[in-house]
């Protein structure tokens, strides 16, 4: 018997025990395999690291950068003097004051959004006609910088929390509209037919059918809309020139060269941003869960 023989068949019988190790060890994996909550709070401690670890870099090169950089305090402030700020404005009720009237405009232009916006894109996704006739006034209208819309609805309006909350729905308006037909001309039209035959039409069309298969778009829609009624809503305080709202805070700030004030402000936009975003996917749980 050759050496080369020999060692062919000394390398398959290893491959054959190595084989049935495998089969041996994936047959005593379930035993030794961790219980479902320990593999679950494996992946929400993962998760935890994985969200906070860029948050935590940031934070350190900041405080390397103000600390032993040298930067000047006017140009980025340190961490220890906006967490000051920030605790000076939320002790003093400053914060709470200024967030509840950014929530309200923004809130309240989303909501006129979404009465305006869902029948609307509905309606455009129905007809071609009043497609036709409306689309390119809403793209002129989305081309506008709202900066530019804000002045004029301040003349029409008057100061206060009237123009911003105008100024917010017509900030989220357009991408409202725009996702709201998609969802509507994406639905396979194979299952409008089948459904028509069954009798469908109209509302249980619509509340049945229709609805449902475009939810994902929809709910897309919203949850973008809601998240930036944010920006409206700053960009109107920005224009008003008023002392209400977290725009105005921002802008005080600037004006008095008030740095850890402004980037305090910021951490609270931040945060108010989050728990928005956090809401809407709630909503979409909801309507997963009802659907």
């Given at each position: 018997?050759?050496?080369?023989?020999s060692?062919?068949?000394?390398?398959?019988?290893?491959?054959r025990?190595?084989?049935?190790?495998?089969?041996?060890?994936?047959e005593?994996a379930?035993?030794q395999?961790?219980p479902?909550?320990?593999?679950?709070a494996?992946?929400?401690?993962?998760?935890l690291?994985?969200?906070?670890?860029?948050?935590?870099?940031l934070l350190?090169?900041?405080?390397?950068?103000t600390?032993?950089?040298?930067?000047?305090?006017?140009?980025?402030?340190a961490?220890?003097?906006?967490?000051?700020a920030?605790s000076?404005?939320?002790?003093?009720?400053?914060y709470?004051s200024?967030t509840?009237?950014?929530v309200?405009?923004s809130?309240g232009?989303f909501?006129?959004?979404?009465?305006?916006?869902?029948?609307?894109?509905?309606?455009?996704?129905?007809?071609?006609?009043?497609?036709?006739?409306?689309?390119?006034?809403?793209?002129?209208?989305?081309?506008i910088?709202?900066?530019?819309i804000?002045?004029?609805?301040?003349?029409w309006?008057?100061y206060?929390?009237?123009?911003?909350?105008?100024l917010?729905m017509?900030?989220?308006?357009?991408?409202?509209?725009?996702?709201?037909?998609?969802g509507?001309?994406?639905?396979?039209r194979t299952?409008?037919?089948?459904?028509?035959?069954?009798?469908?039409?109209?509302?249980?069309?619509?509340a049945h059918?229709?609805?449902?298969l475009?939810?994902?778009?929809?709910l897309?829609?919203?949850?973008?809309g809601?998240?930036?009624?944010?920006?409206?809503?700053l960009?109107?305080?920005?224009?008003s020139?008023?002392d209400?709202?977290?725009?105005?805070?921002?802008?005080?700030?600037?004006?008095?060269?008030?740095?850890?004030?402004?980037?305090?402000t910021?951490i609270?936009?931040?945060?108010?941003a989050?728990?928005?975003?956090?809401?809407?996917?709630?909503?979409?749980k909801?309507a997963?869960?009802?659907?």
């Amino acid at each position: 018997m050759s050496v080369t023989t020999s060692n062919s068949r000394y390398a398959l019988s290893r491959a054959r025990q190595y084989a049935a190790e495998l089969d041996l060890n994936s047959e005593q994996a379930p035993a030794q395999r961790a219980p479902a909550s320990i593999v679950k709070a494996r992946r929400h401690l993962l998760a935890l690291l994985l969200a906070t670890a860029p948050g935590l870099l940031l934070l350190a090169i900041w405080y390397s950068g103000t600390t032993f950089g040298h930067i000047n305090a006017l140009l980025l402030p340190a961490p220890a003097d906006v967490f000051t700020a920030l605790s000076n404005g939320i002790g003093s009720g400053m914060y709470l004051s200024n967030t509840l009237v950014t929530v309200q405009e923004s809130v309240g232009g989303f909501l006129l959004a979404v009465i305006i916006a869902l029948p609307l894109g509905y309606a455009l996704a129905k007809s071609r006609l009043l497609a036709t006739a409306i689309q390119p006034y809403l793209s002129a209208g989305q081309a506008i910088p709202a900066i530019v819309i804000a002045p004029v609805l301040i003349i029409w309006l008057g100061y206060g929390q009237m123009p911003t909350l105008f100024l917010c729905m017509l900030v989220v308006l357009f991408p409202m509209v725009i996702n709201t037909v998609l969802g509507i001309e994406t639905i396979d039209r194979t299952l409008i037919d089948a459904a028509r035959v069954e009798g469908a039409s109209g509302w249980s069309m619509l509340a049945h059918i229709e609805f449902p298969l475009a939810q994902p778009a929809i709910l897309a829609a919203i949850r973008t809309g809601f998240t930036l009624s944010i920006t409206g809503a700053l960009v109107g305080e920005f224009v008003s020139g008023g002392d209400q709202g977290l725009g105005s805070l921002a802008m005080v700030g600037l004006h008095q060269y008030n740095t850890p004030l402004l980037f305090a402000t910021l951490i609270v936009l931040a945060v108010l941003a989050t728990i928005y975003y956090s809401s809407t996917w709630l909503l979409v749980k909801w309507a997963q869960a009802a659907y």
